[in-house]
């Protein structure tokens, strides 16, 4: 509940093929080293040797928690490897402001020259403030709603996807459908957490604009819904990543199922079944693949407005003395059609950046989501998202505003009270730009 931010889940690897040793500072050297934040580049390193030979890509996996500190260790000392390096969104401001990502509009990367093959808002989210694209990625990460057709059906006799988007035009439409599931013995989510993407409302604005803070309808909207799922027992109160949270992907949880073994459920617990779950392309993977019996009777859909979440971004370390090497396996990653196309069929569902890509896989049915042509559902949820709303006070901001909820949630503060002490936390929160304090 307390994350509004853009936010993402990486998977943590360890270690890597070899030690190594530093790039010999030629262009043409064979080896090239990769910091990554998820093991998808050492399958991408290894094609790309199997496509290269010759080529040698040594790819070294850190935890999130670890990375930005162990690479502004490096870079801050100028070191010469790694040659690529990468960020997921929320990172890359603090990365590109410290000057760690070459510039690749500049010869002879030009990378200006495939704008129009990238879905836009990737494409804007690896520019810096200036505009300057400084990293690309390989996937979208659009978000949607992931929901139970069975469910549907039973409770509205209808599970297509614009019917169940009708019912989720708009959070107080989610509350209504959460008291219809609820009546019929079902829960509209797993915990409360999953309204956090929609703050936006029908009229999206960012939480600043020209310096103001952004509180619109919309958002005292969402306030309202996220306090009455939270009091009214709508959801099931299963945190996001708990075990009872992948349990409930394949079977019934018990209500209010915080335990974090299957060992510990009470097997006289009044138990539910969760209908749907917000959560972005990667996310509905992990529903895929803890369906169990479940298995090909989810379906996909759109929820109050378009998001994305996380996302892996590649670019060239500024210190890499081997920059033309660390390019070819950024555009291979990235740029590359045929390589685009591996990737769909080997990660067995991520979904790729290059626009061509996704058209060109926009009429597979998907047994997985009921036979849904899932990848033309991502490319237009993808096309959808405005990235010009996402600024630099997310993070922060989304943090109180949480906390504000959360103190009304739990019956500490009236909404009121809660409000007044968030707009305090804006207004006194440490910021770069003096000129916010007299907003």
Known sequence: ?????????TTVGCGAKSEGSESSGSAKSD???VWSLADDLKEFATHYEEQNEGKEVEVVVIAPADYPTKLTTALRGKASTPDVIVGEPQMLPDFFKAGFFEDLTQAP?????YEDKIVDYVYDAGKDE???????SYQVTPGGITYRRDIAKAVWGDDSPEFVAEKFKDVKTITETAKELKNAGYRIFADTGNLRHFTYGNNPEPWVKDGKLMMTEGRLDYFDAAVELYQEKLVAFAPEWSSAWYSSMGNPIPLDAEWTDVSEIDASAETT????????????????DNAGENEGNFGITTGPNAYFSGGTFIGISSYSKNKEAAWDFVKFCTLDEEVSQWWVDS????????????????DFENPAFGGQKTYEFWLEQAQNVDYSLVTGYDTQI???????IESVQRGEKTKEDALKEFYKNVKTMPVNNDKWHNK
């Open 130 to 136: 200036n505009g300057v694209v400084r990293a690309l």
């Open 398 to 404: 989304g943090d109180y505003f949480g906390q504000a």
């Open 1 to 9: 509940m307390l994350m509004v931010g853009v936010l993402a889940l």
């Open 109 to 113: 990367y030009n990378v200006g020259e």
């Open 347 to 362: 990660s067995n569902g991520d979904v790729v950046s290059l626009v061509s890509v996704l058209e060109a896989n926009k």
């Open 273 to 288: 079944d969760v209908f749907s779950y917000a959560l972005p392309t990667w996310g509905s993977l992990i529903v895929r």
């Open 31 to 33: 080896k090239i080293v």
